[in-house]
């Protein structure tokens, strides 16, 4: 069974930046067919899609963080990456990582806990 | 783009049935059979209970079931239980590779 794990700092400071990993455990990045992504969550709000890498190699991400945000991934450490710069206090958030394509390319079937991101104003 | 249209919350007593609705725009909801739903309990990993609009992965309860008309997704979640009680959200393929969540739907049991 696949197993997503969300890591990296709790704290960055302003204009810094924030660089979480994500360790696939029970699976393969080097398997066709899935994507991964990266979703967030304000505290007391709702989901926001950050981006998403596929087998390709091909990235997309949400066009309102567009210029901000990088996605990568380390197949030879079953691992993918989430870099995003300049961060202010309104990027504070519950980052997930979650993996598509087991059902649907489309719908996330696989997530991690997440991991708390702290900005401080 | 802009987030899906949730309501806020929704509530029901055991037993009762509930429906979510999920309201997008032609670029998105109204465009892709594309929509999956998500139960996320606080402190956890959110769930995939619905994909492709109305499709339930394994495991995942009957008494979820999901529909769409037009711009319009919605989730029914019937025979209500207490360990329903959460957040669910919404999800859609907005072309180019973009995705959009709704803005989610706290769920009671009364």
């Known amino acids: 069974q696949v197993q997503l794990q969300e890591s990296g700092p709790g704290l960055v400071k302003p204009s810094q930046t924030l660089s979480l990993t994500c360790t696939v455990s029970?699976?393969?990045?080097?398997?066709?067919?899935?994507?991964w992504r990266w979703i967030r969550q304000h505290p007391g709000e709702g989901l926001e899609w950050i981006g998403s890498i596929y087998y390709s190699g091909t990235t997309a991400y949400n066009p309102s963080l567009k210029s901000l945000v990088t996605i990568t991934e380390d197949r030879s450490k079953n691992q993918f990456y989430l870099n995003l710069t300049s961060v202010t206090a309104a990027d504070t958030a519950i980052y997930f990582c979650a993996r598509g394509g087991f059902h649907s390319p489309h719908a996330l079937d696989t997530w991690g806990q997440g991991t708390m991101v702290i900005v401080p104003s | 783009q802009s987030a899906l249209t949730q309501p806020a919350s929704v509530s029901g007593s055991p037993g009762q049935s509930i429906t979510i609705s999920c309201t997008g725009t032609s670029r998105d909801v109204g465009s892709y059979g594309l929509i999956s739903w998500y139960q996320h309990h606080p402190g956890k990993g959110p769930k995939l209970i619905v994909y492709?609009?109305?499709k339930r992965p394994s495991g995942v309860s009957d008494r979820f079931s999901g529909s769409k008309s037009g711009t319009t997704a919605s989730l029914t979640i019937s025979g209500l239980q207490a360990e329903d009680e959460a957040d669910y959200y919404c999800?859609?393929?907005?072309?180019?590779?973009?995705?959009?969540f709704g803005t989610g739907t706290w769920v009671s049991v009364l």
């Open positions: 029970g699976g393969s990045l080097s398997i066709g067919g899935y994507n």
């Open positions: 492709e609009v109305s």
């Open positions: 999800y859609s393929y907005a072309g180019s590779k973009n995705y959009v």
